[in-house]
């Protein structure tokens, strides 16, 4: 019993040793993270984006002409650099679950949080933040996988963020629209201006011909004087790329979630009736069956990660 006493008197005293050390490590910590330069985090200013509004954070590049210039991109559309920017996107995507769609021209991409999003509590700073710098590492890091041994980047690209509120559908449709409308607008006149520089005539000349010329006057060039129907260009050119989430039905049966491609007129109704989850998250969004019109370096990019991470060929199953 005596030394049943004595063990039990070493252990409790152990024991408060240890529970002084843990208390001390505490107390320590504590005063560490409350030391007197603490007060500096009281500058720090955050802008908590309004409620029950839609997010679009868009992204565009700075000095991407000088940037096309130096890697010789082709004029006025290089679809590889395009979808390099589209692969870019589907990056941000598949990391936040709440960008409902995304929508890319040119050098600028659009993703749209939803409404209900409760992201970084609606911090602006921290979304166009992360937005901004995974977009161009993800523009960075995909590189060799479209352009190969092709082309090797010169200099980092940059890219700059913003962050606009919507409050209502009508507004966020509208927004789109003015987006995919400057498409429209700006991809005929460089369409019309560098064939033109291209049968001879010099920037300067070219942009001369086209001064005050409307789309009509634009068009009926193309086709008289270089036999292009601008209609016939291809649509990712003319109407940029539309990026959502789609359940994709594989030849084997086996359906997926990607996000897909679309290229289609965000200006009228019937885009909006055939998608309507997008303004809608109780419905579900229409299957897509994988064929030779759905197949492009997008899916094609997923459908091969799906197969390195499952060990599968995902086609063939």
């Given at each position: ?276 989850e997008l303004l809608d998250k109780s419905k579900t969004g229409n299957r897509i069956i994988y064929d030779e019109k759905t197949n492009s370096v997008i899916l094609q990019y997923q459908v091969e990660c799906y197969n390195r991470r499952r060990g599968l060929d995902l086609l063939k199953i």
């Open positions: 019993m005596v030394g049943s006493s004595r063990h039990m008197l070493t252990f409790m005293k152990c024991l408060s040793v240890r529970c002084w050390l843990n208390r001390f490590r505490n107390f320590h910590s504590r005063s560490m993270a409350n030391s007197r330069y603490e007060y500096v985090k009281s500058y720090e200013m955050h802008d908590i984006l309004q409620k029950n509004c839609w997010i679009v954070v868009r992204v565009d590049g700075k000095g991407f002409h000088k940037f096309c210039e130096a890697h010789k991109f082709t004029k006025p559309n290089d679809e590889n650099a395009l979808n390099l920017m589209n692969l870019a996107a589907v990056a941000v995507m598949q990391e936040f679950n709440e960008i409902t769609l995304a929508y890319g021209q040119s050098d600028e991409y659009s993703f749209i949080f939803r409404r209900d999003t409760s992201i970084y509590g609606r911090r602006r700073d921290k979304l166009i933040s992360y937005v901004g710098s995974l977009f161009t590492s993800a523009y960075v890091c995909n590189w060799s996988y479209i352009f190969k041994n092709a082309l090797t980047p010169k200099y980092p690209p940059t890219f700059d963020a913003r962050a606009v509120l919507y409050p209502t559908d009508q507004n966020l449709r509208d927004y789109l629209s003015w987006r995919q409308a400057d498409v429209h607008i700006n991809n005929l006149y460089n369409t019309t201006f560098w064939n033109l520089v291209d049968s001879g005539l010099t920037n300067a000349e070219a942009e001369t011909r086209l001064r005050g010329t409307l789309s009509s006057d634009k068009n009926e060039i193309l086709f008289q004087e270089f036999n292009i129907n601008y209609n016939n260009e291809p649509a990712m050119f003319r109407k940029g790329t539309i990026l959502m989430r789609k359940q994709i039905e594989f030849p084997s049966g086996k359906c997926i979630s990607c996000i897909a491609p679309f290229f289609e007129d965000m200006i009228g109704d019937s885009f909006w009736d055939r998608h309507s």
